[in-house]
């Protein structure tokens, strides 16, 4: 079993940054694909970005490019998302989830099996 705990969310105004952090507990996820994905009122929940086991390869979702950073220490069994130049588009609720073991470009969210609570990031206009 593997927990999940997303921190790091907020209220920001556009254009801030914040940086989010998922800690696991229970298993080492330093041998697994780790994502962000997003769920906006309303929505269905989308990826955002992944990365791979060691942090040598990562992948967003378009409308992230150039403003999202997802990155891993394994030694502290952590991964996050640092998000600059936020947009009000942005406001969600934001979950990370365990991957595959491979690298890909997951972005589905049957792909991942181990998800945390999620937690919510606000960007006011």
């Known amino acids: 079993q593997v927990q999940l705990v997303e921190s790091g969310g907020g209220l920001v105004q556009a254009g801030g940054s914040m940086r989010l952090s998922c800690a696991a507990s229970?298993?080492?996820?330093?041998?697994?694909?780790m994502g962000w994905f997003r769920q906006a009122p309303g929505k269905e929940r989308e990826f955002v970005a992944a990365?791979?086991?060691?942090?040598?390869?990562?992948y967003y979702t378009e409308s992230v490019k150039g403003r999202f950073t997802i990155s891993r220490d394994n030694a502290k069994n952590t991964v996050y998302l640092q998000m600059n130049s936020l947009k009000p588009e942005d406001t969600a609720i934001y979950y990370c989830?365990?991957?595959?073991?491979?690298?890909?470009?997951?972005?589905?969210?049957?792909?991942?099996?181990?998800w945390g609570q999620g937690t919510q990031v606000t960007v006011s206009s």
């Open positions: 989830a365990r991957g595959p073991t491979a690298w890909g470009q997951y972005t589905a969210s049957y792909e991942y099996d181990y």
């Open positions: 229970g298993r080492s996820i330093s041998r697994s694909t």
């Open positions: 990365i791979s086991r060691s942090g040598g390869n990562t």
